[in-house]
């Protein structure tokens, strides 16, 4: 794991996705692991408790800079998550990357590439280069 790359990463999705090719397979698996992702964090807070979800109108200062901003966003998470919710958070969000990875695979998109480049663009736009 010492010289891991993005780019093992994408060569092992390659080979473990050869007997599901099919472009409506990974579409789908990709948001049944959205979903996943989002049950994991929802089970945290409404079946474990290690979380509290406590939502409300992000409220700031007229007058205030971008930057100032962030000081007054709230994550609206009171706590943090176990040790048993953060493994099936994590393990959703990695399975998440695969069929996005598997996407891109599907059509030819470097995923390495494309996270240098999209760094490169959130560095050159910072905030405008958000949609
Ligand atoms: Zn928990």
Redesign the pocket.
Known sequence: MQNFTINDFEAKVKEITTRHKSVLDILTKLQESTAKVNRAVT??AT?????NINASKQESPNNITYSELSKYMKTHIEGD??????D?VVQEISQNIFYLTALCNTFDIDFESMIKNYYTQLNALGKYGLL
């Open positions: 089970k945290s079946y474990c408790g290690c979380i998550l176990c040790d048993i919710c953060r099936k």
